[in-house]
């Protein structure tokens, strides 16, 4: 049997990789409350959904 894990919540490095966006793009859009996140500690994380509906918040404004 395999199981494959998935990430619970992604950081905002790889939030940029995903959407194909610049790092600096990305910590503005978290930033800004566009793409929502948690602070753990010092870092920001994304859940997945919430990139998610980030993409379908654009994708309904285009």
Known sequence: MTVTLRP???TVKEV???LGYGLSKTKM???SGRIRSVK???NRRVLPEWVDEYIQ???EAA
Request: glycine content about 14%.
């Open 57 to 59: 918040r654009v994708a």
């Open 40 to 42: 753990d500690g010092g």
């Open 29 to 31: 859009l978290v930033a």
């Open 8 to 10: 619970k919540w992604y």
């Open 16 to 18: 940029a990789q995903l």
